[in-house]
């Protein structure tokens, strides 16, 4: 693996976490929408992340023998989260409450977002060092030819 794979694989997860962080923040910004406009309130979104796999021949064998490097992380899809119940308030004067009075408000847990978001911000620092690490590296390595 030479330096700029490795610059290359932290940008692919700076990019990966932002996409993150910006799901977490429409969650959040969300978190009361009853009404969408596919109708029924909004429900959480999930970042789905998969590892870029490598296409060449060359790196399959690489990977056999055990030398395998990874080529960084991108954004597959962004889900819906259905398994997550819909929260049901009794609210009879609500303008979306239903026949029995109840409002059905969005899935979001707002400590579970801020969490996520917390993690997402970690990950992206971590990135940012490594890179970081990686320019430093590559900076020294120009002043040993000097």
């Known amino acids: 693996m030479n330096l700029f794979s490795s610059m290359d694989i932290s940008a692919t997860g700076l990019t990966a976490e932002r996409v993150r962080m910006d799901v977490v ?24 992340f998969k590892e870029i796999q490598p296409d060449s021949f060359q790196s399959i064998l690489e990977k056999v023998k055990g030398k395998y490097t990874g080529k960084g992380v991108e954004v597959v899809q962004i889900i819906e989260d259905e398994q997550t119940p819909l929260r049901r308030v009794y609210d009879p004067g609500h303008p979306d409450a ?24 970690r990950a992206y620092e971590a990135n940012v060092t490594a890179f970081n690490a990686a320019k430093s590296m590559f900076q020294k390595s120009l002043e040993i030819g000097k």
């Not at 429409?26 to 109708?39: E, L, P």
């Open 25 to 48: 923040s429409q969650n959040i910004a969300n978190a009361n929408t009853t009404r969408t406009v596919q109708g029924g309130p909004y429900r959480r979104k999930l970042v789905v």
């Open 98 to 121: 239903d026949q029995q009075g109840y409002v059905s408000y969005p899935n979001v847990n707002i400590v579970a977002e801020m969490v996520d978001m917390i993690s997402a911000t």
